[in-house]
């Protein structure tokens, strides 16, 4: 049963081939086994699994269910979970218990899934490897010498271990898709303000937006029918029509017009890498898809930019973090700035406090019409790129990362290279289009994964183009070794 998708599952559900409560000890059974392996999970809460379970049977015997009713499921432990410890992957939060629910945690209960537990990830999601930390980094199941990616690398972890048939995730400069990418399953990136934010641990508010991760295109389309949405507790979410996702996934890919940016195919990308999204592409010419060439020409500025703008608002965000409200506070303070200063820096790790120092400094006087407004004028460049792409294309594909997993600890003490891992994905967030990454191959026995970028609100069509595709190949179906 745990290697069916949620479609799958959902359907055996409503046969009663199995309860709720069975398929539930099932996957805790797994997480049980495997979890101290690849350290995907943060917190557990097998109890109150169970007891969801159960009255999502109840529901069931009533005829009350929904499609993803009795669905184990895991929250990236950035989305404050009422009763549950919220951590963000931050030793600074390491004693918060949420007292409240974030919306995308309330439309999942409301749909009757299962909480299995949080999931590891990056400090305040800043990082592309899950080794920030507070409780360690994750391992990629298919090499656990190598990297999940980051920074929902404890949800990509444990949906390629099949620990859980799906986990939500946050993407601020490619934190789905690149995890998603280096542990083979499909991840999608939504439109800015698709899914609300609130509720959602702030690391760069302009940026940051929720989705959902899964094996499979069609498990995300049932997905995002629960998480997508306008929330009035939002002031970033947007007010527009919410589509059935699923309906559209079987839709023909004939005259489809595939951009393919020339700036994602040169120096820094792997052969073996190049190969595989070449190998992708043939696919769709065979269902009826057709080839243009396209160039994003300030793509390049983008990792530039991001590492501005995302600071600078982190720098903002994590002022709240002080001692006195809530989170870590030092032990005897000697008065309120020692108070400040040693809980702040007890409570953040190198790669938070990297970020906060090179954000405030940005947005000191004197320095940021030179530095934040700059990357703001070029984040409008970016827009602007794509918005003229999309004149000519319906999708834009290319790599979602440029290498396969690296190991662990190869690139900690190099942050330039570290950053450089986003390279293809970071240009999305800054103009607010959705993005998907999909499973496309294997180098060296690691995954490879396909980048779908579409225009605002075009999730959809990146469905459609993502199921089109697992439709005649199965690397969405592989099983890493020992799992």
């Known amino acids: 049963?745990?290697?069916?998708?949620?479609?799958?599952?959902?359907?055996?559900?409503?046969?009663?081939?199995?309860?709720?409560?069975?398929?539930?000890?099932?996957?805790?059974?797994?997480?049980?086994?495997?979890?101290?392996?690849?350290?995907?999970?943060?917190?557990?809460?097998?109890?109150?699994?169970?007891?969801?379970?159960?009255?999502?049977?109840?529901?069931?015997?009533?005829?009350?269910?929904?499609?993803?009713?009795?669905?184990?499921?895991?929250?990236?432990?950035?989305?404050?979970?009422?009763?549950?410890?919220?951590?963000?992957?931050?030793?600074?939060?390491?004693?918060?218990?949420?007292?409240?629910?974030?919306?995308?945690?309330?439309?999942?209960?409301?749909?009757?899934?299962?909480?299995?537990?949080?999931?590891?990830?990056?400090?305040?999601?800043?990082?592309?490897?899950?080794?920030?930390?507070?409780?360690?980094?994750?391992?990629?199941?298919?090499?656990?010498?190598?990297?999940?990616?980051?920074?929902?690398?404890?949800?990509?972890?444990?949906?390629?271990?099949?620990?859980?048939?799906?986990?939500?995730?946050?993407?601020?400069?490619?934190?789905?898709?690149?995890?998603?990418?280096?542990?083979?399953?499909?991840?999608?990136?939504?439109?800015?303000?698709?899914?609300?934010?609130?509720?959602?641990?702030?690391?760069?508010?302009?940026?940051?937006?929720?989705?959902?991760?899964?094996?499979?295109?069609?498990?995300?389309?049932?997905?995002?029918?629960?998480?997508?949405?306008?929330?009035?507790?939002?002031?970033?979410?947007?007010?527009?029509?919410?589509?059935?996702?699923?309906?559209?996934?079987?839709?023909?890919?004939?005259?489809?017009?595939?951009?393919?940016?020339?700036?994602?195919?040169?120096?820094?990308l792997e052969k073996g890498v190049e190969e595989a999204i070449q190998a992708a592409i043939k696919e769709y010419e065979k269902l009826g898809a057709t080839i243009h060439e396209i160039s994003l020409p300030h793509s390049a500025l983008s990792i530039p930019a991001y590492y501005v703008i995302a600071p600078a608002e982190c720098s903002s965000n994590l002022a709240r973090y002080d001692g006195v409200r809530f989170g870590h506070r030092c032990k005897e303070p000697k008065d309120l700035e020692d108070l400040y200063k040693r809980s702040r820096s007890e409570g953040f790790g190198p790669e938070v406090t990297r970020r906060i120092m090179i954000g405030t400094y940005a947005l000191s006087a004197g320095y940021y019409d030179a530095y934040y407004l700059k990357a703001q004028k070029i984040r409008g460049l970016i827009r602007e790129d794509f918005s003229n792409a999309f004149d000519n294309v319906d999708v834009i594909m290319g790599p979602t990362s440029p290498t396969p997993a690296f190991k662990i600890g190869a690139k900690t003490d190099d942050p330039i290279s570290m950053y450089l891992s986003d390279i293809y994905t970071i240009a999305v967030n800054l103009a607010g289009l959705p993005g998907m990454s999909i499973p496309a191959g294997f180098v060296s026995d690691l995954p490879v994964g396909l980048q779908l970028i579409g225009d605002i609100f075009q999730e959809p069509r990146l469905l459609n183009i993502a199921h089109s595709y697992q439709k005649v190949t199965d690397w969405h179906t592989r099983i890493p070794k020992g799992f």
Not at 201 to 206: E, K, L, R
Not at 238 to 263: A, C, F, H, Q
């Open 1 to 268: 049963m745990v290697y069916k998708t949620i479609a799958e599952l959902s359907q055996d559900l409503a046969n009663k081939k199995i309860s709720s409560v069975e398929l539930t000890q099932q996957f805790l059974d797994r997480i049980e086994r495997f979890d101290k392996s690849l350290n995907s999970f943060i917190t557990v809460t097998a109890d109150q699994a169970l007891a969801e379970a159960k009255n999502a049977d109840a529901q069931r015997a009533k005829g009350e269910a929904g499609p993803l009713t009795g669905i184990p499921f895991a929250q990236k432990d950035i989305f404050c979970t009422q009763g549950v410890k919220t951590s963000c992957g931050s030793k600074m939060l390491d004693n918060y218990i949420s007292p409240y629910d974030a919306t995308v945690v309330k439309q999942f209960k409301k749909a009757g899934t299962v909480l299995l537990g949080k999931t590891n990830m990056d400090e305040f999601a800043m990082g592309s490897s899950n080794e920030t930390s507070y409780y360690g980094p994750v391992k990629n199941p298919w090499n656990l010498e190598t990297v999940a990616g980051g920074s929902s690398g404890g949800s990509a972890a444990a949906v390629a271990a099949y620990l859980t048939p799906a986990a939500t995730g946050t993407d601020t400069g490619g934190s789905i898709r690149q995890p998603a990418s280096l542990c083979g399953i499909s991840g999608l990136k939504p439109t800015y303000g698709r899914v609300s934010r609130y509720g959602m641990i702030a690391y760069a508010s302009s940026l940051d937006q929720g989705g959902p991760m899964a094996r499979t295109a069609e498990d995300i389309a049932l997905l995002m029918n629960t998480m997508a949405g306008f929330d009035t507790n939002d002031s970033t979410s947007i007010d527009y029509p919410v589509p059935d996702y699923t309906s559209t996934l079987n839709d023909s890919m004939k005259g489809l017009r595939i951009g393919l940016p020339k700036e994602f195919f040169g120096a820094g």
